[in-house]
């Protein structure tokens, strides 16, 4: 499937608040709070960097620079290469010599955002820069891409090419579009993301404090494109959630009982605000329309 530029689908962000007409979760309690452990608690196992070297079971890359910050992964088995996310850059390596002809992509935030990130009181090095959050494969041809953009997240499509033998690496910095609801606005919070079927689900919060977390769906078909969210209310869907993970997993041999699952922490809303209890949950999203059910 080659995508062109007229093929790729454009954002309408509607219907933020309709989630329940679209899909149901059904949240399962695992009662079982987490076990706040000691910060004094020693690792079975610690390897020095000079160990992992003399140990020859390591190859570093080479072609990275001091405070770039590596935060998200992909692994294109079916080309050979690795896709890296790290802060204002995107690297694709060769999985056979990682330091051998690899490619890179410099995506920094828009000046006037690192600006504004400053002035709200966030760090420049470690905050108010375009750190990659998202990487995941739209199809053949292209991956999709997020990145904090200093606070403003952003959003787009790295052409690699329809051709194994093809060396293309390129973002396209003509359809940009909006990373919120998709990305977290903060490089450090706790994120979840998958593709399947088109759609990007995601485990995120939808503003610049953090204090709203949401389960998002965005992108689809393009008779079908547009954001879905839990509901705003007083009675919260989610109290704010640190997102884990987040996997597709089909229930049945029926594909339209397929769910995706978002594991997450959260506190408890019930006892008093100073004993917060941490549970960890799972939350099970119906990929299809009018899907109803407690689980």
């Known amino acids: 499937m080659i995508v062109t530029k007229d093929e790729k689908p454009k954002s309408r962000s509607h219907n933020f608040h309709l989630f329940h007409a679209l899909m149901t979760i059904s949240m399962t309690m695992l009662f079982l709070p987490v076990i706040r452990t000691s910060k004094q608690n020693i690792p079975r196992l610690k390897l020095t ?14 072609g990275s620079s001091e405070g770039l910050d590596f935060q998200t992964i992909l692994l ?5 290469r690795l896709l890296l996310g790290a802060k204002d850059h995107i690297f694709l390596l060769s999985l056979v010599d990682l330091n051998k002809n690899f490619k890179k992509i410099y995506w920094p935030a828009a000046k006037e955002r690192v600006e504004l990130c400053k002035l709200a009181g966030k760090d420049a090095n470690t905050e108010c820069a375009n750190f990659i959050r998202v990487l995941q494969p739209y199809n053949k041809t292209h991956v999709y891409v997020c990145g904090t953009g200093a606070f403003h997240p952003v959003c787009g499509y790295i052409d690699l090419g329809f051709y194994k033998e093809e060396v293309i690496f390129k973002l396209d910095t003509h359809n940009l579009e909006s990373g919120r609801l998709k990305c977290p606005f903060d490089p450090q919070q706790p994120f979840a993301s998958v593709m399947t079927d088109e759609y990007l689900y995601s485990g995120t919060a939808s503003d610049f404090l953090g204090k709203d977390t949401a389960f998002t769906r965005s992108l689809g078909p393009t008779h079908d494109h547009h954001y879905v969210r839990t ?4 009675h919260h869907w989610l109290n704010g959630a640190k997102f884990i993970g987040t996997f597709p997993i089909p229930d049945t041999y029926n594909p339209d009982d397929d769910k995706v699952y978002f594991f997450f922490r959260e506190s408890s809303q019930e006892g008093s605000t100073s004993d917060k209890t941490i549970l960890s949950r799972v939350g099970r999203v119906c990929k299809q329309y009018l899907c109803f059910e407690d689980g």
């Open 49 to 62: 960097y000079k160990d992992l070297l003399l140990s020859n079971s390591c190859i570093p890359f080479l």
């Open 76 to 80: 294109d088995e079916e080309r050979g």
């Open 231 to 234: 509901d705003i209310s007083e």
